[in-house]
DNA sequence: GGTAGATATTCTCATGATGAGCACAAGAAA
DNA sequence: TTTCTTGTGCTCATCATGAGAATATCTACC
């Protein structure tokens, strides 16, 4: 009987970027995951209890020594401790928690550090990118097999919940597409079966999926309602898959920071020390997935004091030199909740 | 030399509940802490990682039977994991991770259950209820300490330092007061030496303070700028202790709380079935700390069709009686983010 | 019965934030 | 010089918000 104390501490890091308006992850390789499982992975490793002095010294570490980064910006997301997360816990492996960061960087070029790649983000969650319009994998996959699923539901009052939740997860019937509710949108692609890893999971012993999100409206906790016993079978595996419940982390930090990027300056973690308005926006965009009106949100980020102008130009820009802006520091001092505004918090409908 | 597993995963849940007016925390006796550490805490128990399947569940479990309270709605706060954060460690102890969980309820009468208490909020934090204007704590107190140490800053450099983040703390000098920021300022009330609990961990190792936060604006981690060094001596000790650093997850909780109230309709989970909107308005000010204009709110629950009248009236107001109304589970679907509106998001100073 | 006091409810009004788009400026390319 | 491209300044309608006047409907008391 192994002892009360067979616990481990995962710490994994999203690591964010962007680079030429695409919004990037680092990941690493891990050769021994199966195929179907997905063989990226977020960089992490186990809690020293004796030796780490905290939780972000040691996640820093691993990350160090994995990629060679060195992380700025580190905020927590989440801690995912559900039983049997990791499938080694059956097999006699230590009750695995997982405490998951998100960390901000500009990317860098990688060392020699073999295994480690940043990647597009929206590879692995391809239905956020707006940017274009709605996104055809929504069209032409995503709302057939949705509609599958509601319809698949027994009985009438199963059904109508199953389509309310589709619909306000995908701004489908009427509702609002919301541009975080990135995680809910995953969980539900998992409980159906569109996303590989639910797939995967499932023989294991379906329903028991891991579980997660912070800032979910109701607690929603673990127990899929009206999920059980569903049939985990789709033809679509959706984007691109990671191990273990690491993509279901991607949403969540996806979905953390699309919020804090209402209120809170975080962008200028992921810009150089000067930039030009548009450089600011394409940066905004590309994480919160969506365009955005280009002279309104110029007016936003001037007169909410965000940013000053430097005098300088920048050239080279195919057209009219755009003005260098940096970052207005004294903005915490003054605005309790200063963001770059994003749409969509109005009254909506 | 002990194994590497020695890791307790331990659960605590801030339960608040609203009645009377007051936010009300329900808080268990711990007899066997010295007087001066606080004998109150937060219910709590560790985590047994062979039987509790989810950490939700274990959380429940251990508060079902330390106070007879059932958990319904139930969000994931922060996970602390510090080392000493528990001064046991020193003992020979095994490292703690403390998950915390912020947990709604309607307050019911206890069971027979000894040591659980319903305890007012503002006993532990008193300088956060603004609801009858400034409290005279900050004034007679906070303030003139926070001066003090501000001057004590050594240099030029770091008394800027020390005066920015006091006025952005508490909003002094010309920054707006943010309810929200509550754990920051608990933290530097800590750092400064004003509650008893940064007293009472001093002699162990100053600057070593279990640090925390979800929402921090940047990552600020453990380390306390400029607090190296800083004698942690005070005349004062405000508010209530709590034992280990249960007040400081308390902090977070309140943070947390206000913060969701604007775009999440959690405030419905402390009331009844039906309310009058007076209700409605006295339990979201109990939170927020906080006086609304009660035209205007009637204005926003309504048009945001948060509510819906139920035609019935409640008698006995010592007025005219007022109609009951309902929470629209509707609006979950309309609205994606639908909040009571809280003052203080617009552009400020 | 009538009046004062208390609370509920409806409206108005000024102001500021937001969404949309026109018009012009200043460079590069043809 | 023309055309194209991007940057920048400005206007306008609409909606949200803060503040408060005015009215409605009850209880308590004379």
Not at 42 to 47: A, I, N, Q, R, V
């Amino acid at each position: 009987m192994s002892a009360k104390s067979a616990i481990e501490i995962d710490l994994n890091a999203v690591i964010v970027a962007v680079t030429d308006e695409e919004p990037r992850l680092l990941a690493v390789h891990r050769g021994e995951e199966p195929e179907v499982a997905g063989d990226l992975a977020l960089p992490s490793g186990p809690l020293d209890p004796e030796k780490d002095r905290t939780l972000e010294l040691a996640l820093s570490g691993w990350v160090r020594g994995q990629t060679g980064v060195e992380l700025g910006y580190v905020e927590q997301l989440y801690t995912f401790g559900n039983r049997f997360r990791d499938p080694r816990e059956r097999l006699g492996g230590p009750r695995g928690i997982s405490i998951a960061y998100l960390a901000l960087v500009r990317e860098a070029p990688l060392g020699p550090t073999a295994g480690a790649r940043w990647m597009n983000w929206y590879d692995f969650l391809p239905w956020e990118d707006w940017r274009d319009g709605r996104p055809w994998v929504l069209e032409r996959e995503i709302a057939p097999a949705l509609e599958r699923w509601v319809r698949r539901g027994a009985g009438r009052a199963v059904v109508a919940q199953r389509r309310e939740r589709a619909d306000i997860c995908f701004g489908q019937g009427g509702a609002p597409w919301n541009g975080e509710r990135v995680h809910d949108r995953f969980e539900l692609l998992y409980e159906v079966g569109l996303v590989a890893e639910g797939y995967r999971d499932a023989p294991h012993g379906a329903g028991d999926a891991p579980h997660g999100e912070g800032d979910a409206p109701h607690g929603e906790g673990d127990a899929p309602q009206g999920a059980g016993g569903t049939p985990l079978v789709a033809a679509v595996r959706l984007g691109r898959p990671m191990a273990l419940d690491h993509r279901r982390i991607l949403a969540s930090a996806l979905g953390r920071l699309r919020g804090k990027l209402r209120y809170r300056p975080v962008i200028f973690e992921l810009l150089p020390g000067t930039f030009t308005l548009l450089q600011l926006q394409r940066t905004v965009e590309a994480l919160a997935g969506v365009r955005l009106h280009k002279q309104n949100f110029r007016r936003l980020v001037e007169q909410g004091g965000l940013v000053e102008g430097t005098g300088r130009l920048e050239a080279g820009t195919g057209g009219r030199p755009a003005e260098l802006f940096r970052f207005r520091r004294d903005v915490l001092r003054e605005r309790p909740a200063a963001g770059v505004g994003l749409p969509g918090l109005r009254s909506g409908a």
